[in-house]
């Protein structure tokens, strides 16, 4: 099969040789990309909330953080929230026997609240 002229020129853009003499994809533009997932280590926490207040989860986030599964495994709903100064039971719901993602750093802080009594979740970090 023969390709265009200008196919064939795009073709060839999309490739470039490194210094071993392999052929390697060619990247343009930002090139200073940091893949999520573990590269470091991880954790597992677990943190009991109650229905007075907002917990921090976790109390402190591990460093270099890229990753967080949050996991509910009792029968009570509970809420996340990013600023632990509202005031009520206002926030993203966990269901029970659910579980909630989030592609965030050690900078982002998560709290949580559940709708009554106590509860206890699993907070598993990706660094």
């Known amino acids: 099969m023969v390709l265009r002229r200008t ?22 533009g930002k090139t200073d990309v940091k893949l999520s ?3 470091i280590g991880g954790r597992v926490t677990e943190v009991t909330l109650d229905s007075t207040s907002w917990t921090p989860l976790p109390a402190t986030p591990l460093a270099n953080r890229n990753s ?7 029968s009570v709903e509970f809420k996340i929230n990013y ?11 966990v269901l029970a026997q659910s ?8 900078n982002v802080l998560l709290y949580g609240k559940c709708n009554a009594g106590t509860t206890t979740i ?5 660094a």
């Open 99 to 106: 579980e909630r993602y989030y592609e965030v750093t050690e």
């Open 122 to 126: 699993l907070i598993e970090e990706l």
């Open 83 to 93: 600023d632990n100064s509202v005031t009520g039971y206002v926030g993203v719901i």
């Open 68 to 74: 967080v599964s949050i996991q509910n495994q009792s």
């Open 37 to 39: 997932g573990l590269n």
């Open 7 to 28: 196919v064939q020129d795009r073709e060839w853009d999309k490739f470039v040789e490194d210094d071993a003499g392999d052929t390697a994809i060619r990247i343009k």
